[in-house]
């Protein structure tokens, strides 16, 4: 089994800046790539970003290309999402999540199912 625990979200003003975290845990010794996703209450939870472990290619939405970016520790297995001039379209829980396997890369994208893992959340709030 594989824990990811999610830290790092909070209240911030617009245009400013939080770094979230995912810690692994567990048997993390298969893990292909990583992702963030959001989801608002009401609605999908939709993808932020992406990165495969090996290799560290990067993947990001479109809203929020230019403004967050993925990156990660080998040695601490850790995922982090650093965010910057942060709108409240922002506002959101954000997961973590990990796939062990190979695959074609843009269905890491999807969610769900693509992936093996998922983090309990941790909440993001961007006041106007």
């Known amino acids: 089994q594989v824990q990811l625990v999610e830290s790092g979200g909070g209240l911030v003003q617009a245009g400013g800046s939080l770094r979230l975290s995912c810690v692994t845990s567990?048997?993390?010794?298969?893990?292909?790539?990583m992702g963030w996703f959001r989801q608002v209450p009401g609605k999908e939870r939709e993808f932020v970003a992406a990165l495969i472990w090996n290799g560290g290619s990067t993947y990001y939405a479109d809203s929020v290309k230019g403004r967050f970016t993925i990156s990660r520790v080998d040695a601490d297995n850790t995922l982090y999402l650093q965010m910057n001039s942060l709108k409240p379209e922002d506002t959101a829980v954000y997961f973590c999540a990990l796939r062990r396997t190979v695959v074609f890369n843009p269905a890491l994208r999807l969610g769900g199912a693509q992936y093996d893992y998922w983090g309990q959340g941790t909440q993001v709030t961007v006041s106007s």
């Open positions: 567990g048997r993390t010794f298969s893990m292909y790539a």
